[in-house]
């Protein structure tokens, strides 16, 4: 079972911290295949926050496949999962090594390669101002 | 809707009640002394206009008894308004504090609030009335026999005038706490309005209500028979005509040094008359129900308009 | 349907005496949203829920609120709105008993069992005084008046003004659970900002008497950037999107914008903002009164 928290005083919709959440719980394997997310009520109960929100976030993950509704039952982390193989998130983070000390050694430092690494994966909210 | 103003009026109705109990301490043990004096001396057979010595003896002590007692009692005729202005509170207090914006919002309407409330406030404020002019004419009951319910003192806790004195002090502060949404001012208002009002129709008004009766009799002889018991706003001696005369003045003459007076000129001009304008005590309930209705309409415009002014004011 | 609109305003206003204290205001807010309405004191947040449930007439313009109007159609309407006044007021001499049987004997669609269940919830005596109850406590008895009668619309004035933390989340978390179960729409006015993101999903900003913005918060999260640069001035910028506001420093410049689609300009810095910054922004806080001077040298090297 995930535990949600919230960050009040961020620039990203509420809603979309819960995505972003669950997406993360699964990568991680926090979140199985086949297990339930919190009822609306009980995250409403303990995050104080509106059911709306709730509701918008897991259409969101229905949406992107991660989750599905039974009616009368709650929501539940689909059995099919659309997952990156494993062998692409090696060789995706081999890459991501090579460049990182390609970065280090033109002389920036962490907070740049960080800044610059954000500046190019922008959240969705963004680009979808697009 | 009831049992809520019911609630919201609870501790001024129980001040009422311990106000009228207070009354009743007061008066219970001291009219049933006074009534029984009365029947004890045989005061009933007294009653007529013969001047019988010892009645009129009986009478004087009685009165030089209960005369300073009669006149403290005189001072509760402020009791109605007092009344009239603490069931005014409940009302003006919940403008004050903003707690009308609470039942406002409920499922009721703005009127039925509003009539319901100031509908409570005067049923009360009858009944209290009512207690009250039933307490006070009771224990005067052997004064009334002896003097009558005329004067002003006595008239004003006979009959029917209390209903409208308490009416009109509940209007006088709920007018006033419907403007300023203050209970203060409203029962500043409230007092120096009922005072004022009262002491303006006492004085004033009252003698204007019914053209009084004007006579003039011989000294020497009886008065009219409406006289007696009659409220009597003027007495004088009088010529023939009714002409008001200092008694010795005009007939004094002087020779030298030596004041004299003309037996004879008094004999004709003078001392001879008495002239009265008076309200005969048949009018009583006349000038009961003229002065019901001078305060009473009064009152109900004072009432009505908090009622119109609360409903149409914004919140 | 009208009825999906919970609260519509139309070009309403309130006058009294001299003073506009609600001016021009339109908006329309969907039934099932949670509403805030923000904005200084004074800013008008009190009059606009007072039009809405009827304590006050308009002067001007119109307000239906469930498709009805709050002045002719008070005895339908009454019981189907709940309010809670500024202050929570409620009768200081009544026993808790005998609030809720204020509630029972003036709404005919009372649900007394839901009222005690609650009290009982709060764990709160009956017979004790509302006098005798803390500011949170009394908020809580005022808030379940207003929901025994099983409301569709809930409207609050500063209801966690005078709250310490917990209780303030107590009471939102009430409001958050009928929202849940019972599709309750929710305004409420509110100075404070920070609780607001998370329990609400409709923003109104009023300031001067007037709405200076009115969305939904998503889309207002989404669409509004802090665009920082090299000094410069906004012209370029201000051309295609709207500068909420602008403010100089030294050497850098800030925007607050509102995207009108996506912001292409290499020269500035794009970072996203939370909800209090764009408030204060619209709320006219934090600007540049005039652009500082320029200093020489760079005046110079241009």
Known sequence: MIAFHLEARSGVPTYLQLVQQVRQAIRLGVLRPGDQLPTVKEVVGSLTINPNTVLKAYRELDREGLVEGRRGIGTFVSDELPTTPPDGVRELRAGLQRWIDRARASGLDDESIEALFADAVRPPAVSRVA | MTWVAWRQQRTETLITVGILALLAALLLPTGLDMASTYHRNGLAACLGPSASLSCRQAIDDFGARFDSLNSLIAWFTLVPGLIGILLAAPFVLQLEHGTYR???????????????????????????????????TWWRTPLVHLEGRMDASVFDSEGTVVFAYTLFGLGLALAAGAVWRRAVPALIVGFTGYFAG??????????????????????SG??????????????????????????????????????????SCIMEKGTGYMHAVYEPASRFWALQGIETAVFGSVALALILFAAVWTNRRAA | ???????????????????????????????????????????????????????????????????????????????????????????????????????????????????????????????????????????????????????????????????????????????MEAVSEDGVTVVLSSHIIADLQRVCDQLVILSGGRAELVGSIDDILASHRLLTGARGDAEEVARVHAVIRESHTGRQTSLLVRANGHVYDSRWE????????????????GRSAEPAPVPIEEAASR
């Open chain 2, 198 to 219: 009262r002491v303006f129709v006492d004085t004033w008004l009252r003698q204007r209500f019914i053209a009084p009766v004007r006579a003039t009799w011989s000294a």
């Open chain 3, 270 to 285: 794009l970072h996203e903002i939370d909800l209090e910054e764009i408030v204060l922004a619209y709320l006219g806080y």
């Open chain 2, 102 to 136: 609470l039942d406002w919002t409920q499922s009721i309407t703005r009127r039925r609030w509003i009539s319901g409330k100031l509908g409570l406030a005067i049923v009360v404020g009858l009944a209290a009335s009512l207690l009250f002019t039933l307490l006070t």
């Open chain 3, 1 to 175: 349907m009208s009825e999906s609109i919970a609260l519509e305003a139309d070009g309403l206003g309130k006058r009294y005496g001299a003073n506009w204290a609600l001016r021009d205001c339109t908006l329309e807010l969907p039934a099932g949203s949670v509403t805030a309405l923000v904005g200084p004191n004074g800013a008008g947040k009190t009059t606009l829920l007072q039009l809405a449930c009827g304590l006050s007439s308009p002067t001007a313009g119109t307000v239906r609120v469930l498709g009805l109007s709050p002045q002719e159609d008070a005895h339908a309407l009454l019981p189907r709105v709940g309010f809670v006044a500024q202050e929570h007021p409620l009768h200081r001499s009544f026993t808790i008993r005998e609030t809720l049987k204020l509630g029972r004997k003036l709404n005919p669609g009372w649900d007394d069992a839901y009222a005690r269940e609650r009290i009982e919830r709060l764990g709160l005596p009956l017979g004790k005084r509302i006098a005798k109850l803390s500011g949170g406590q009394q908020a809580q008895v005022a808030l379940t008046l207003a929901l025994a009668k099983r409301p569709e619309l809930l409207l609050l004035d500063e209801p966690v003004a005078s709250l310490d933390p917990v209780a303030r989340r107590e009471f939102l978390n009430t409001i």
């Open chain 2, 222 to 263: 009886p008065s009219p028979a409406n006289y007696r018991h009659a409220w009597v706003i003027s007495e004088y001696r009088s010529d023939k005509v009714g002409h008001p005369i200092a008694p010795l003045g005009a007939c004094t003459g002087s020779t030298g040094a030596k004041r004299i007076i003309d037996p």
